[in-house]
């Protein structure tokens, strides 16, 4: 990694998992000659970021490798590269192959375009970012700094902070895990040990999945407020589904009750479920854009949790895994909230309010996992460099805690609600302009058209 103590660059990327390749890799292919920019990430994940470098064999992404490209002009790009061939371009590749297939695109997209972008890569973390007069100052937490005159945030989700119903006492001892993605987190567990999972998405099934693997033996309780888990991507493509004028007029209308009402019918009678989400995935950006601010708060309080499920679904390998360790009642999902936890005689004490019921009832475990997904609430955050931008009026956090406020190309808008210039955000942070920008399919997009954004402007600017 370079030495960070003077570097002087034109735009500086906070964050080295997927959004951060894909957006070096766009300016490596469209800006102008002599630009000089930084990819800054932590040294245990970079390039790789949280989704595709502490991942286990049996980590399989959720969408089939055939539309998995880096490029949105080449879905297939990722299949290609895995050599595959027919109907396994269909298949669900593991995640650790994914993030081998974004560094080599990377490295490719830099020497097939040399003069045009030289990349410092950063392995530190940002622990402030400070606006100058011709741009802004980094500061990392080796004590260097870096002189930029762009800086993108692409950190994806914020690191988790510890459940705020544990008992402090519970947070510093191994029976906690507050990331499980922590090199040999998992492993620790022992084979035997009962584990309470806090959260039933994604994250959820690939404990569950590596748990399996390990040959776990103990009984595993996993909640959430609806005791909901994520859904099986059908085994096979499906055909595409044609949406109903119905489905078609609430939507425009922007009304969640309406869509919903007619959603719940379309169900009904298409072919499969899974097509008709399907067919609605290009259209979620526009559909959230079109609603107010109380049609978001109720789509967030009525329909996220099931949009979630619904349109993120797992492999069928993975899937598989979970329907089997309920079915031996090893596992069981409810819908449930944590009240408490304490470590109690080398055990942690929980307390459970069930969503149906009134009571609160006590239950016993060896370790308990947090696996709640993204954070990206920012109205009380301390995760610096966020804290620090906020408290400068430089960034707004969005109200209903999806984010950052931003317009619809990445500028973040500061405290005035002017787009605070060289200050761009990329990834899940983007939520309260599109809700549906957590994904591959989405990233790769936004990202190009970024990276185009800014190769645009630095070229103007080399111009004058």
Known sequence: MSDTTDI???????????????????????????????????????????????????????????????????????????????EARDGFASRRAYGDFINAELDAALARNAPRLTLDRIAARVLGIERGVRGFTLSFD???????????????????????????????????????????????????????????????????????????????????????????????????????????????????KAVLHELHRAAKTAPDWRALIDALRPRLQSFWKSLDATQRKRFLRHAASYWDIHRHRLSPETAAKLKALQASGQLRIEAARLVSAKLVDGRVEAQLRPRHGSGIRAASFDVLVRATGLVLDLRSTRHEPYARLIAQGLMQADPLGLGVIADDQGRVLGAAGAPVPGLSVLGPLQRPQFWEITAVPELRVAALALGQRLAGELASELRL
Request: proline share 9%.
């Open 8 to 86: 002087q660059t034109h735009i500086a990327i906070v964050g080295a998992g997927f959004c951060g390749v894909a957006l070096a890799r766009a300016l490596a292919m469209h800006a102008p000659a002599g630009t000089r920019a930084a990819l800054i990430g932590t040294a245990d994940d970079f390039g790789r970021g949280l989704a595709y470098a502490h991942v286990r064999p049996e980590h399989a992404l959720n969408v089939r490798a055939k539309d998995m490209g880096i490029d949105p002009s080449n879905l297939g790009g990722f299949a290609d590269w895995l050599q595959l061939e027919g």
């Open 142 to 256: 080796d004590g260097t700094k870096l002189q930029a005159r762009q800086v993108v945030l692409a950190t994806g989700t914020l690191p988790p902070s510890p459940l705020p119903q544990l008992d402090p006492a519970l947070r510093a001892t191994p029976h906690y895990l507050e990331s499980p993605w922590l090199p040999g987190a998992l492993e620790r567990i022992d084979a035997d040990a009962d584990v309470l999972v806090v959260g039933t998405g994604l994250t959820f099934a690939d404990i569950a999945a590596t748990l399996q693997v390990r040959g776990h033996r103990g009984r595993v309780l996993a909640i959430s407020r609806h005791g909901l888990r994520p859904q099986a991507q059908p085994d096979s493509p499906l055909p595409p589904f044609v949406l109903p004028p119905e489905v078609l007029a609430a939507w425009d209308r922007g009304n969640v």
